[in-house]
């Protein structure tokens, strides 16, 4: 962890995280690309799913209060540009469940972005 050092004219010391500024930077960096590219409605959606973890289509619709016909349209669109990922969970793991029950989650995988 790198820690810089910084004394003031008065006498004092203070530290800060190089890791932790970096880390803020490039967060703040993919924020800006994505309000320039789809704007602020996406850039919602981006950070919902930041906070969250994973999330699936009607929660974003619903935590982001977000019409659905937009939410889906810049959730794919953030999807295709790589700045978020889309994952297929069973939602039953029954054996007499049938086929096709499967849930569709999105997530950041910050090392794809």
Same mark, same amino acid.
């Not at 659905?68 to 297929?88: N, P, Q, R, S």
């Given at each position: 962890?790198?820690?810089?050092l910084i004394s003031t004219n008065y006498g004092g010391i203070f ?29 919602? #959606? =981006?950070?919902?799913?930041?906070? !969250?973890? @994973? ?11 977000i019409p659905a016909k937009d939410a889906k349209h810049l959730t ?7 700045? #978020? =990922?889309?994952?297929?969970?069973? !939602?039953? @793991? ?20």
């Amino acid at each position: 962890m790198l820690v810089a050092l910084i004394s003031t004219n008065y006498g004092g010391i203070f530290s800060f995280s190089m890791k932790a500024a970096l880390l803020e930077l490039m967060w703040t960096t993919i924020d800006q690309v994505i309000v320039q590219r789809h704007g602020f409605l996406a850039l919602r #959606i =981006f950070r919902l799913i930041k906070q !969250k973890g @994973y999330l699936e289509q009607d929660s974003i619709n619903e935590l982001g209060m977000i019409p659905a016909k937009d939410a889906k349209h810049l959730t794919y669109k953030l999807v295709e540009d790589h700045f #978020i =990922f889309m994952k297929e969970i069973r !939602k039953s @793991y029954a054996p007499s469940a049938p086929p096709g029950k499967v849930a569709h989650v999105f997530h950041i995988d910050i090392n794809q972005v």
